[in-house]
C-alpha cells in the first residue's frame, strides 16, 4: 500500500505543476485569440509579440518617443489613471528596465516576533519623503497571490502622516519602486 501512496505523490509533483502551466499557457493563447478573432490558434499570441517588438523598435527613434511620452503625459494628468499607469510602469521596469530593483535580496529579522524572519528585497535605500531616517524600504512578495497584507497594529505605535495619499499609494503600490515627486514630503501628526 505504501508503494501505490509514494508513487501517487510523486506522480502528483510531476503532473500538478506540468497541467497547470500548460493550463495557463493554453488559456493565455485562447484569450488573446479570442480578443483578436482570428481563427488559428496561436496566431493572436504570435501577432501580439510582433507588435509589442514592433513598438518597442518605434519606442527607440525619435518619433516614437515623442508619441510615447505624449501618451505618458497624458496616463499622468488623469487622476485614478495616474496611479494605476505610474505603478504598473514603475514594476515593469523594476524587473525588465536599466533600473532593475529588485537584485537586492535580504533577510529582515522580527526580534519582536520570537526572532522571526522574512525574505524580501531591497527597493529603496533612502526614504527622504517620510520622517524615518535609517529605514529603508523592502518589498515582501507574497507566494502565489497578488494582494496585500491588512495589520492589526496598537494605535500608540502608528504615526499619522500627512502628504499627497495617491502618491504614497502609488509607492506601495510598485513596491517602493515608485517614488513620491520631489513636492511630495510626508510629515508626522
Do not use: C
Amino acid at each position: 500500500m505504501n508503494f501505490i501512496i509514494r508513487n501517487f505523490l510523486r506522480g502528483l509533483l510531476i503532473v500538478v505543476p506540468v497541467a497547470l502551466t500548460l493550463y495557463f499557457l493554453y488559456g493565455l493563447f485562447s484569450r488573446i485569440d479570442r480578443l483578436l478573432g482570428l481563427p488559428y490558434r496561436g496566431a493572436g499570441f504570435a501577432i501580439t509579440m510582433v507588435a509589442i517588438t514592433a513598438i518597442g523598435f518605434l519606442g527607440s527613434n525619435i518619433i516614437g518617443k515623442t508619441l510615447f511620452s505624449w501618451t505618458e503625459k497624458l496616463f499622468i494628468r488623469a487622476p485614478f489613471v495616474r496611479i494605476v499607469y505610474g505603478s504598473i510602469k514603475d514594476l515593469l521596469e523594476a524587473f525588465v528596465g536599466e533600473k532593475k530593483r529588485f537584485d537586492k535580496p535580504v533577510l529582515v529579522s522580527f526580534p519582536s516576533m520570537g526572532g522571526s524572519k522574512s525574505l524580501g528585497f531591497v527597493t529603496r535605500e533612502t526614504i527622504d519623503f517620510l520622517p524615518l531616517p535609517g529605514h529603508v524600504g523592502v518589498y515582501f512578495p507574497q507566494s502565489y497571490n497578488v494582494a496585500g497584507n491588512l495589520l492589526l497594529i496598537p494605535s500608540q505605535h502608528v504615526q499619522l502622516l500627512e502628504g499627497d495619499a495617491a502618491q504614497l499609494m502609488a509607492f506601495v503600490v510598485s513596491g517602493g519602486v515608485s517614488v513620491p515627486t520631489s513636492a511630495a514630503r510626508f510629515i508626522t501628526t
